[in-house]
Structure formats: structure tokens, C-alpha cells
């Protein structure tokens, strides 16, 4: 068990940009979760994928956001014309199926909008 | 919709002592899980303790226990001999059950500092 993966660790851009985050999670993991961490706050929810499938996703998730998860393994979240408040913390974890399961969190990758 | 509210944003303790954070919760499910994470500065969140609803004992992980009061949606967590190393911030979380959502809403967290 090595954990979940996201890279990068940060991410420095100018406003308006596009970028692009990885995250590879726990090997036997079919569930993958994106949230979204601002300073002060606790994580919010983004989006969530069983397997390749994407079953949820929250009105945060704006038409600038989207989110992949090809092949069942690892997941990417793109960021499109990037504003200033898209300056956060991105935290992918993974879980198991199961309700009671709890979820797993990577390092997170920081985003910071010059 | 679910909230979670953690009302004190920093605790302090002096280490090998007790220390209580407070978690109060909105829902109008009756089958859940709540959960308290952990998020050291500069490092990943990991799971501290985690209590089924339906669960009337209270969970405990070693120095870390609950007080789960249903009735009045409260999910309290108590750190007994703090260390040093429980510095972080703790965060409350709820997932619920109903209507297929996976996913977990989490408080705005509380800092808890250790005093040698």
C-alpha cells in the first residue's frame, strides 16, 4: 500500500492559464474523490468517481472544471482559464466500496494564481 | 442539507493531559457515519477514529475516543495523554446514506496545539 499519489505538490500559474492535476490512487481502490481545500476551511467536496464512472459532482464544480478517470486507475482534474479563486488546495483520496469505508487522502496539490 | 460545526477554531494542551473538541452536526438522516480526520501541517489527512449512527457504543483508537450523542447530533473527540505529535488540525466529518452520496462534509476544523 503506497498510498495516494496526487502531483504535483504545487502549482504556480498566471490567471487565465489551463493546468492540470494527477492523482493516482490506492491500487485496490475503485472509488476516487476530488475536494477542494481553501485556507481556514475544512476540504470540499468536488467530485467522485466509481471505477471510470463519475456519480457525482457538486455545483462547485464549475464549466472551467473537469475531471477523468479513464480507466478506472488514475484520475485527472483540469482546471480551464483559471481565476484567482481557484487558488486552493486540491485533495484526491480513494476508498474502497462500502459506506462505512473511510477515505483515504493524498498530500494534496497546492494551486497558487499569480 | 448536512453541516458540520466545530466551534472552536484553536485548543491548546499541555502534553500527557486531556483535551476535548467539540463537533455538533445537521441532518435529518437517520443512518450515517461520522468521522474525525487529522491534517498535520504540510501533510496529508489521515483518519483518526470513525463511529456508525447506528452504533450505540462509543468508538475508541487507542488515546483517541468519542462522545456520540445522537439525539443531539453531537460527535465530540477526546485526546487522552496528549503528545506532541497530536499537534494538527482536526477536522469533524459526515457522510450520510441516502440518496447514493458518497461523499464526506467536513467542518472548518480546530487547531489543537501541545505544550511541552
Known amino acids: 500500500d503506497t498510498g495516494v499519489s496526487q502531483d504535483p505538490r504545487h502549482k504556480i500559474t498566471k490567471r487565465g492559464q489551463n493546468v492540470t492535476f494527477r492523482c493516482d490512487p490506492i491500487s485496490e481502490h475503485n472509488r476516487l474523490y476530488w475536494y477542494r481545500q481553501t485556507l481556514g476551511q475544512g476540504p470540499e467536496f468536488l467530485t467522485y468517481?466509481?471505477?471510470?464512472?463519475?456519480?457525482?459532482k457538486s455545483r462547485l464544480l464549475s464549466d472551467r472544471f473537469s475531471a477523468e478517470r479513464p480507466k478506472g486507475s488514475f484520475s485527472t482534474l483540469e482546471i480551464q482559464r483559471t481565476e484567482q479563486g481557484d487558488s486552493a488546495m486540491y485533495l484526491c483520496a480513494s476508498s474502497v466500496q462500502g459506506a462505512n469505508q473511510p477515505q483515504h487522502f493524498g498530500d494534496g496539490t497546492r494551486l497558487s494564481i499569480l | 442539507a448536512q453541516t458540520v460545526t466545530q466551534s472552536q477554531p484553536e485548543m491548546s494542551v499541555q502534553e500527557a493531559e486531556t483535551v476535548t473538541l467539540s463537533c455538533t452536526y445537521d441532518t435529518s438522516e437517520s443512518d450515517y457515519y461520522l468521522f474525525w480526520y487529522k491534517q498535520p501541517p504540510s501533510r496529508q489527512m489521515i483518519l483518526v477514529i470513525r463511529?456508525?449512527?447506528?452504533?450505540?457504543q462509543n468508538a475508541t483508537e487507542n488515546r483517541f475516543s468519542v462522545n456520540f450523542q445522537k439525539a443531539a447530533k453531537s460527535f465530540s473527540l477526546k485526546i487522552s495523554d496528549s503528545q506532541l505529535g497530536d499537534a494538527a488540525m482536526y477536522f469533524c466529518a459526515y457522510r450520510g446514506t441516502q440518496g447514493g452520496s458518497e461523499k464526506l462534509v467536513f467542518g472548518k476544523g480546530t487547531k489543537l496545539t501541545v505544550n511541552p
Open positions: 463511529q456508525e449512527a447506528y452504533k450505540q
Open positions: 468517481f466509481q471505477n471510470e464512472a463519475q456519480l457525482e
